[in-house]
């Protein structure tokens, strides 16, 4: 998920864990900082909860389905394929629509990177380091989350300035 917030939207992302104590016991929690100019991280922040929430109700929906069908769901097995899925749906969907864009529009801007934020990040994170970690698709689900990542659309956010119209009383 943070691939495509990071890869889309012009901000850099880190994955950070600390612990956190919660109605008296500590608990080990995972916390997303986002770097960028502040309207690219309004976006991104909104985009990736908006990910989040889609891909848990979806989640949902789809261990439902699976119920009725009689089918077992082989619990966070599945639950990683499919949310896996999802995202890899979603980002799919979101490179036919930059190769659309380049196919329509020959002559449009080409983003360059942002040096400034490449020096605040490596600033504030020096001595940061990729690592990944490898889980099994065995659970089941990942295709049918691609085809719903695929489908899947972020609605646009509601701000203050995004309507003119004001209600009255």
Do not use: C
């Amino acid at each position: 998920m943070r691939k495509s917030v990071k890869n889309y939207y012009f901000v850099k992302t880190i994955q950070t864990y600390s612990y956190v104590t919660i109605n008296g016991f500590r608990k080990y929690m995972k916390h997303i900082e986002i770097f960028g100019e502040k309207e690219n991280v309004e976006v991104a922040e909104y985009i990736y909860h908006a990910l989040y929430n889609n891909a848990l109700e979806a989640w949902k929906q789809f261990s439902i389905e699976q119920k009725k069908q009689g089918k077992k769901i082989r619990g966070n097995f599945s639950k990683a394929a499919f949310l896996k899925g999802l995202f890899d749906g979603y980002i799919e969907h979101l490179d036919s629509q930059k190769q659309k864009i380049i196919q329509e529009q020959p002559n449009a801007l080409i983003l360059l990177k942002d040096p400034l934020l490449d020096e605040m990040y490596r600033k504030q994170y020096p001595n940061t380091r990729m690592t990944y970690s490898y889980y099994g698709l065995s659970g089941g689900g990942y295709n049918n989350g691609v085809e719903k990542g695929k489908n899947m659309r972020i609605a646009r956010a509601v701000t203050a300035t995004s309507n003119n119209r004001v209600l009255s009383a």
